[in-house]
């Protein structure tokens, strides 16, 4: 059924990346479903990749997965954090994608014998993949995110997509421009000028910015607004302010300080039905979070942190969310330490590997998320070993589990060769084995969209903390590995104490494991990601009783 009533937003980035785009179309999806409209959002991401999941987190940040198993790009985690809902496949493409589809199509004669041509198929698949979203969605507005910045070569397709549409449909479609103004310290001013070149380079492909949003370290003065409207083609109002901010989520409630939505709304032609409440639980969030004094220390042990001189804490950016989205429930303001795991590995730090174990100890909770292959894994073995060891709340997140597995074995089970074939194949004692179907792939070098990925069901033994957590025995979480608890080390493993309170119906793979809490606080790793499922005002059940145990080691140590 064709959805005949659709509006369009597009959003592009100007000047430079990594200025905020994925916020700000959360954010304006957000203002857009306060209005009590259906909204929906789509990330086109200009790699030839066709999904993220072959990408290297530090080359691209946080491979995010959906519930459909769609691995892609991080902004999706932010969308669906925003908006507290599940998108689909069709909400991400990707270059690669699009052609994929172009030349399956044309393989399959589908184009009737005629000739295929970069323009105008490749901008029309766009669209059409566009449209799907949106009448899967059933949304009244549909969201479009272009990756990259106007001016590259790689998203010139995306931009003569919107061109066609706006042609056709110029009532139906709004352009918004995510600029930057750089300011250069005292006795300076936000800088105009990149914006304007910014537009005029999208100028120069057929498009005109309806909306330019701008990003800056601080506030927009009316002259500012006014010297971009002048020099840009529009109105002030239509000039929205986007100051750095410390919690993104009050990003939306600061574009509509400038009126964003009712801007928007004029454009479009849409009514609101405005439902009031929405916006003030938000904003009431926001106030809690912003008034929250009492801190809270998590340390995340970790490797894709180095990139040159910068920490990449995108690589791990659901997690920190849904350590942040857990904090806020409890009212704390969360302090999240980046612990290379390097750090607590004797072949890479020869004399301070005591002292920096020892450092664990100041922190409230520690985490290992997940990963890949064998760099970092002895040092995060280690920091696993010395939580156990000392009490200190630790949550094992897939690859966290599988290593948690291990170092159980290796110290409680006399098993002190365990390993993960995904590190030593021949190991002796494989308590982390490859999926059995999961072997053709990697023999036939199948690794894109290979691994168990997406929701998949888990049944929790009752009287467990996972039980407790989720407060039901049903469960359905995210996942993304190709590696599980062997079946075959199970009974040594419970038999030493280690109990396996979550796992697939058919109770073949182990999901969750932890440790009764009369020998450890909170020791708990999951199979799956959780941190896939945490909203600002829905913290995922096990984050939340994470960072319940690691205040009351606060509390705790305070007494001392
Ligand atoms: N490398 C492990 C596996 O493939 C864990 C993956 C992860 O942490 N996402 O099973």
């Given at each position: 059924?064709?959805?005949?009533?659709?509006?369009?937003?597009?959003?592009?980035?100007g000047?430079?990346?990594?200025?905020?785009?994925?916020?700000?179309?959360?954010?304006?999806?957000?203002?857009?479903?306060?209005?009590?409209?259906?909204?929906?959002?789509?990330?086109?991401?200009?790699?030839?990749?066709?999904?993220?999941?072959?990408?290297?987190?530090?080359?691209?940040?946080e491979?995010?997965?959906?519930?459909?198993?769609?691995?892609?790009?991080?902004?999706?985690?932010?969308?669906?954090?925003?908006?507290?809902?599940?998108?689909?496949?069709?909400?991400?493409?990707?270059?690669?994608?699009?052609?994929?589809?172009?030349?399956?199509?044309?393989?399959?004669?589908?184009?009737?014998?005629?000739?295929?041509?970069?323009?105008?198929?490749?901008?029309?698949?766009i669209?059409?993949?566009?449209?799907?979203?949106?009448?899967e969605?059933?949304?009244d507005?549909?969201?479009?995110?272009?990756?990259?910045?106007?001016?590259?070569?790689?998203?010139?397709?995306?931009?003569e997509?919107?061109?066609?549409?706006?042609?056709?449909?110029?009532?139906?479609v709004?352009?918004?421009?995510?600029s930057w103004?750089?300011?250069?310290?005292?006795?300076?001013?936000?800088?105009?000028?990149?914006?304007?070149?910014?537009v005029?380079?999208?100028?120069?492909?057929?498009?005109?910015?309806?909306?330019?949003?701008?990003?800056?370290?601080?506030?927009?003065?009316?002259?500012?607004?006014?010297?971009?409207?002048?020099?840009?083609?529009?109105?002030?109002?239509?000039?929205?302010?986007?100051?750095?901010?410390?919690?993104?989520?009050?990003?939306?409630?600061?574009?509509?300080?400038?009126?964003?939505?009712?801007?928007?709304?004029?454009?479009?032609?849409?009514?609101?039905?405005?439902?009031?409440?929405?916006?003030?639980?938000?904003?009431?969030?926001?106030?809690?979070?912003?008034?929250?004094?009492a801190?809270?220390?998590?340390?995340?042990?970790?490797?894709?942190?180095?990139?040159?001189?910068?920490?990449?804490?995108?690589?791990?950016?659901?997690?920190?969310?849904?350590?942040?989205?857990?904090?806020?429930?409890?009212?704390?303001?969360?302090?999240?330490?980046?612990?290379?795991?390097?750090?607590f590995?004797p072949?890479?730090?020869?004399?301070?590997?005591?002292?920096?174990?020892?450092?664990?100890?100041?922190?409230?909770?520690?985490?290992?998320?997940?990963?890949?292959?064998?760099?970092?894994?002895?040092?995060?073995?280690?920091?696993?070993?010395?939580?156990?060891?000392?009490?200190?709340?630790?949550?094992?997140?897939?690859?966290?589990?599988?290593?948690?597995?291990?170092?159980?074995?290796?110290?409680?089970?006399?098993?002190?060769?365990?390993?993960?074939?995904?590190?030593?194949?021949?190991?002796?004692?494989?308590?982390?084995?490859?999926?059995?179907?999961?072997?053709?792939n990697?023999?036939?070098?199948?690794?894109?969209?290979?691994?168990?990925?997406?929701?998949?069901?888990?049944?929790?033994?009752?009287?467990?903390?996972?039980?407790?957590?989720?407060g039901?025995?049903?469960?359905?979480?995210?996942?993304?590995?190709?590696?599980?608890?062997?079946?075959?080390?199970?009974?040594?493993?419970?038999?030493?104490?280690?109990?396996?309170?979550?796992?697939?119906?058919?109770?073949?793979?182990?999901?969750i494991?932890?440790?009764?809490?009369?020998?450890?606080?909170?020791?708990?790793?999951?199979?799956?990601?959780?941190?896939?499922?945490?909203?600002?005002?829905?913290?995922?059940?096990?984050?939340?009783?994470?960072?319940?145990?690691?205040?009351?080691?606060?509390l705790?140590?305070?007494?001392?």
């Amino acid at each position: 059924m064709k959805n005949k009533k659709l509006k369009y937003i597009f959003v592009a980035g100007g000047v430079m990346s990594g200025v905020g785009k994925g916020v700000s179309v959360s954010s304006i999806a957000k203002i857009i479903q306060w209005q009590g409209l259906k909204v929906t959002c789509v990330k086109i991401d200009p790699y030839v990749n066709v999904d993220a999941g072959t990408m290297n987190p530090t080359e691209h940040g946080e491979v995010f997965v959906l519930s459909d198993g769609l691995e892609c790009d991080q902004d999706m985690g932010n969308y669906e954090r925003f908006l507290g809902e599940n998108l689909s496949r069709s909400n991400y493409l990707t270059t690669g994608s699009i052609y994929l589809d172009v030349i399956k199509k044309e393989r399959a004669l589908k184009y009737d014998g005629r000739c295929v041509e970069v323009v105008p198929h490749i901008p029309l698949a766009i669209l059409a993949k566009i449209n799907q979203a949106a009448i899967e969605s059933q949304a009244d507005v549909i969201i479009v995110e272009i990756g990259g910045t106007v001016g590259e070569y790689q998203n010139i397709l995306f931009l003569e997509a919107i061109r066609i549409l706006k042609t056709k449909k110029p009532a139906d479609v709004v352009l918004a421009l995510v600029s930057w103004l750089p300011y250069q310290g005292l006795g300076s001013e936000l800088k105009t000028k990149p914006t304007q070149y910014a537009v005029r380079t999208i100028n120069a492909v057929g498009l005109q910015p309806d909306v330019i949003i701008a990003r800056a370290a601080f506030a927009l003065d009316q002259k500012r607004k006014e010297k971009i409207a002048f020099n840009c083609n529009l109105k002030e109002e239509e000039i929205i302010s986007a100051p750095d901010i410390k919690i993104i989520y009050e990003a939306p409630l600061n574009f509509e300080r400038d009126n964003l939505g009712r801007v928007i709304l004029k454009k479009l032609n849409l009514k609101k039905k405005y439902k009031k409440t929405d916006r003030l639980v938000w904003s009431k969030l926001i106030r809690t979070v912003k008034t929250a004094k009492a801190e809270l220390r998590i340390g995340v042990v970790g490797k894709y942190f180095a990139s040159g001189n910068f920490i990449l804490s995108d690589s791990y950016i659901s997690v920190i969310e849904a350590i942040k989205h857990a904090a806020y429930f409890f009212k704390r303001q969360p302090i999240i330490e980046w612990l290379s795991a390097d750090d607590f590995d004797p072949a890479y730090v020869k004399t301070k590997v005591k002292e920096n174990l020892l450092k664990l100890k100041k922190l409230d909770g520690v985490i290992v998320p997940g990963g890949f292959g064998s760099r970092a894994v002895e040092g995060k073995i280690n920091a696993i070993r010395f939580c156990r060891e000392n009490k200190i709340p630790f949550f094992g997140l897939c690859y966290g589990m599988q290593l948690m597995v291990i170092e159980f074995a290796r110290h409680l089970t006399g098993l002190n060769q365990a390993q993960t074939t995904e590190i030593d194949p021949a190991t002796p004692a494989p308590v982390i084995d490859i999926l059995p179907e999961q072997k053709n792939n990697l023999t036939n070098q199948a690794f894109g969209a290979t691994m168990r990925l997406g929701s998949y069901p888990a049944i929790l033994a009752e009287k467990t903390i996972a039980a407790k957590a989720y407060g039901q025995t049903k469960i359905s979480e995210r996942h993304r590995h190709r590696y599980e608890v062997n079946p075959a080390h199970v009974e040594t493993l419970t038999k030493a104490g280690l109990i396996f309170s979550g796992f697939s119906p058919d109770k073949r793979l182990m999901e969750i494991a932890e440790l009764p809490k009369n020998k450890h606080p909170f020791f708990l790793g999951v199979q799956f990601h959780p941190e896939f499922q945490s909203y600002p005002l829905k913290p995922q059940p096990l984050f939340k009783e994470f960072i319940r145990a690691c205040l009351k080691r606060r509390l705790i140590g305070n007494q001392k």
